[in-house]
């Protein structure tokens, strides 16, 4: 099985742009789509990228997802930064009948 | 609209079963996969198990954590899940949470049912 490895924690100023990594640790990234789910304090998960770069219907466009294979990883990136989008975030991706879920980014706007 | 309700949770010694509930509404039910998704205190989110559609066979996955104790089930005329938990340890303590399979991502999520395995 693989591993998901994100950075533990990110912060930026609200209207500013934060991206954050999810490095496939084996096997290509590119082989199984990649999730992102938000989690804020007290909050179930939702989804705001699935299939690499789709947006579920109501998540703002601020939201995007990308994969690059040369480091065979997933980005999400969330421009305009919002209050409301301090939390915690998840990526996901899937292989043999097993879902991985990455560690998780704890977003923080200063 | 679409809910998931979990229920089932509590307080259990290790050792104990414990089974939990997923009672669904507002989508065709049938027609999705079903997971469940723990989270322990102050940790990570952890797939647990998930079960195809009747379409694709019915069949259950596990994580390898659960393997052998935990068995998921469903019964589409009731719209619901389940998560029949034997053998509970004390790292099985968490929030669980149900959610839905379009494919290969969870779409709808419930607000989860906290599990506490302790003596």
């Known amino acids: 099985n693989f591993m998901l490895t994100q950075p533990h924690s990110v912060s930026e100023s609200p209207g500013k742009t934060v991206t954050i990594s999810c490095t496939r640790s084996?096997?290509?990234?590119?082989?199984?789509?990649v999730q992102w789910y938000q989690q804020r304090p007290g909050s179930s998960p939702t989804t705001v990228i699935y299939e690499d770069n789709q947006r579920p219907s109501g998540v703002p466009d601020r939201f995007s997802g990308s994969i690059d294979s040369s480091s065979n990883s997933a980005s999400l990136t969330i421009s305009g930064l919002k209050t409301e989008d301090e939390a915690d975030y998840y990526c996901q991706s899937f292989d043999s009948s097993n879902y991985v879920f990455g560690s998780g980014t704890k977003v923080t706007v200063l | 609209e679409v809910q998931l309700v979990e229920s089932g949770g509590g307080l259990v010694q290790p050792g104990r079963s414990l089974r939990l509930s997923c009672r669904t509404s507002g989508f065709t039910f049938g027609d999705y996969a079903m997971s469940w998704v723990r989270q322990a205190p102050g940790k990570g989110l952890e797939w647990v198990a998930f079960i195809r559609s009747k379409f694709y066979g019915g069949t259950p996955e596990y994580a390898a954590s659960v393997k052998g104790r935990f068995i998921i089930s469903r019964d589409d005329s009731e719209n619901t899940a389940y998560l029949q938990m034997n053998s509970l340890r004390t790292e099985d303590t968490a929030v669980y949470y149900c959610a839905s399979l379009p494919g290969y991502y969870f779409d709808y999520w419930g607000q989860g049912t906290l599990v506490t395995v302790s003596s």
């Open positions: 084996s096997g290509s990234i590119a082989s199984n789509y």
